[in-house]
Each structure stands twice: as C-alpha cells, then as structure tokens.
C-alpha cells in the first residue's frame, strides 16, 4: 500500500575548525554573521555525524516531527531547527506542485535519527556536523535539486558554523550584505586534495559543557566590545585574504600565522567583552607555550594553534613535521585515550618543553584526536531507527 511506505535517505557529515573565526550576529534571527570566515573541514573517519531521515504517512501527525540524537529524544522546537525544516518543507512543496507524480513527502511526519562516531564526553561542539547532516539527510530523502552552497543557507539557519560542513577542504562562509540573508553562504575555497597533507592534533583539555555558549557569548561581545569593531572591519577582512592567498599557495608558514593571530584576535574580543569571557585555560595557554617552544626549536612555524568557544586546543600541521609536533606533545602528554599507532610509530622525542608547561599539559590535556582535512558530506546506505539508534 502506497500510504505504508516509509521513505529514507543518509548521509554523514563533517565537523570544520575555522581557521579564521565567526564571532557575532548582524541579524539573529537569520542567523547573519557581522564577518566572513573560513574553515578546514576534518575527516570523517575520526568526526563524524551520520544521520537519517525518512517520513512516511503512516507516521502518526500527532507525533510531528522528531528527532532522536545519539540514543535520547531531543525537542525539535526551537526557531532554528523549525527554519531548517520550513525551509526544506517548502522546497519540497515547490517540486510537488510543479509534478503532481511526486509523492506529496512535504506533507508527512518527518523522523530524523543521528549519531555521533565521536564520545560526546570528547567535549567537541558537534552543532556543525549536526545541522549539516541533519539538512543533508533530508535534502536527500526530497531528492531536492540543491546544490551544497545552497543547502549552506539553510543550514546556517541551525547555526552558523555548520553552513561550511557541506564542503570538504578548505571552506569559506561569505558574510554577504543583503537584508534576507540570500547571499550569506558558504564556497569551497580547494578540495582536500588540493593540501591533503593538513593535518589536526586536538587536545581535549574539558569535556564539560560550555560556560558561555557561542551563541549568547558573541551577542555579549556584539553588544559591548569596542574592539569588535575594529576586528569585523580591519582583522577580518585581512585575514580572510591572506588565508585565502595561503591555502592557494600552500605555504604553511602563512597559514599557521593567519590562524595563531586570527584565534588571539577572536579571544581578545572576549576578552574585551563587558562583563569578560574567559574560553581559554591554563592548559590551553599551555599548549600555546608548547606550539611557540616548538616553532622556535625547528626554526619554522610548523604547527599553529586555534580555540574555538571553550579550551580545547586544535594544532594544525603538516605530515612531513609529525615528529616534531606530536612527537613532543606525546612525549609530554604520554599515553591517554586517542594516540593512534601508526602516527606514533618511529617517532622520536626531538624536545623538551619548560617543566610547568609540560606538567600542566600532562595533567589537563584528558585525551586527544589526530585527524586531518577530509570530504564533505556522504550519502550512505547505512539506514539508523528510532530503535537502532543507540547512544555512544
Ligand atoms: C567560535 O556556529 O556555534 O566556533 O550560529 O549561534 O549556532 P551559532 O554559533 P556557532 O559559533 C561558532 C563559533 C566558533 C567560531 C567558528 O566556528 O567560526
């Protein structure tokens, strides 16, 4: 019988560290970024987010739409999660009334299940590889002609940095200037492979959840920094061209400066916010000592680190300079969750750190992720339930 079918459709989905930061709102409730950014989206092999969504009209209309995120019922009636699924509904309806064929799927109950491949207690803001799966997912089962900078749009409406999880490689959210937001989306700056040999140590330094969150913390900083202003309309806009011209020329050293200086702009704004907001910690500043010690004792920049909305610090790297950034973090660090065996194989301790350094990273850091730039989001076969879905 026709109405008993249940149509699905997967997909995966990628976390992105941006590189150079969004921070602060033009429009909240479109969800409008006061500047550009750009991001390395990381391989899904190590972060990711599957997610499947299917309707059916035997789903009772009682039940609505829901959502079911790594095992617990989650509400699915905040503004940004209903934007996402107006916007993909009414896309939908749009197809349907053009081809009146086309079973009428805008009209059924949708069921969203997703999981994480990642601890949720690896303490990663995972709302990028959320949203992104979560408009992906349903954009397939809709079999919607969209293409991924267009899908950004939406899915920047759940929250901003997951409109660059639609890409792989090197990602940029143009700000835009138009009032409706039709032109604040995300492009793919390069492929992975245009520099596959990126890649990201992180350290989790707390899995405890966020003081401030992202998003009430950029409103603050909107509302009562000074140096915000001087941040969205000279740093940015500089950062986003030399990043830019970087990744182009994959020169490292220019990368790695854009991205340090970039991290150190974004927290000084919150910083400069009135009462202040404090993400960083001992053991980040730690591992900023770490990455200067380490520069320093190569006599080139070889890894560059960045902190988003809490402590957690992502190092990038080359592959070619493994030894030297996670030899050391290693030899500092020693065993504890996530160290990978064929990274760590034949590498020597080339260094030491200063002693208060290394004890504060040995004792903060609670485990790790080595990863590197990798694709965007994948269609799969791989079908989640509301009854197999199961938490990790
Ligand atoms: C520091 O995307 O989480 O990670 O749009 O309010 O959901 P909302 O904010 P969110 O902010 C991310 C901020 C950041 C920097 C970045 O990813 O660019």
């Known amino acids: ?97 053009a081809d009146p064929s086309l079973p009428k799927l805008s009209t059924m109950p949708l069921r969203i299940v997703s999981e994480n491949n990642f601890p949720t207690a690896a303490g990663l803001a995972s709302s990028a590889a959320g949203f992104a799966a979560f408009v992906r997912a349903i954009a397939n089962l809709y079999e919607l002609p969209a293409s991924p900078s267009e899908l950004s749009l939406i899915a920047r409406q ?110 000084a704004t919150c910083a400069d916010t009135y009462p202040p907001i404090f993400y960083m910690n001992d053991v980040s500043k730690a591992a900023i000592r770490a990455v200067e010690t380490i520069n320093a004792n190569v006599g080139r920049t070889v890894a560059a680190y960045t902190f988003d909305a809490g402590p957690n610090a992502v190092i990038y790297y080359l592959e070619k300079d493994t030894e030297a950034v996670v030899g050391t973090f290693y030899h500092v660090i020693g065993d504890t969750d996530g160290w990978k065996k064929d990274v760590l194989k034949g590498l020597k301790p080339t260094m030491s750190l200063d002693e208060g350094v290394a004890g504060i990273l040995k004792n903060g850091v609670s485990r790790v992720i080595l990863t590197g730039v990798g694709e965007g989001p994948i269609k799969t076969d791989e079908f989640l339930t509301m009854q197999t879905g199961s938490s990790r």
């Not at 972060?47 to 009772?60: E, I, N, Q, V």
């Not at 700056?189 to 992180?202: D, F, K, T």
């Open 158 to 267: 759940g929250s901003g940095s997951a409109c660059r999880s639609l890409f792989g490689g090197y990602v940029a959210w143009r700000m835009g200037d138009k009032a409706d937001g039709s032109d604040s989306m995300a492009d793919q700056v390069a492929e992975a492979s245009h520099w596959p040999e990126m890649r990201a140590l992180i350290l989790v330094v707390s899995a405890a959840k966020k003081g401030v969150s992202s998003t009430s913390g950029m409103q603050q900083t909107v509302a009562t920094s000074g140096l915000f202003q001087e941040r969205i309309t000279k740093v940015v806009p500089k950062n986003m061209e030399l990043m830019e011209k970087a990744i182009a020329e994959k020169d490292f050293p220019a990368f790695a400066e854009v991205t340090m200086r970039d991290s150190n702009s974004f927290h």
């Open 1 to 97: 019988m026709a109405s008993d079918t249940v149509y699905r459709a997967s997909t995966t989905a990628p976390v992105n560290i941006a590189v150079v930061k969004y921070w602060g709102k033009r429009d909240a409730k479109l969800n409008l970024p006061t500047n550009s950014s750009l991001s390395v989206t990381l391989s899904q092999a190590d972060l990711r987010t599957l997610t499947t969504a299917s309707c059916s009209a035997r789903y009772p209309a009682s039940e609505g739409d829901s959502l079911l995120l790594n095992g617990e019922p989650s509400d699915v009636s905040g503004a940004r999660t209903q934007a996402c699924f107006r916007e993909l509904r009414s896309r939908r309806a749009a197809l349907e009334a």
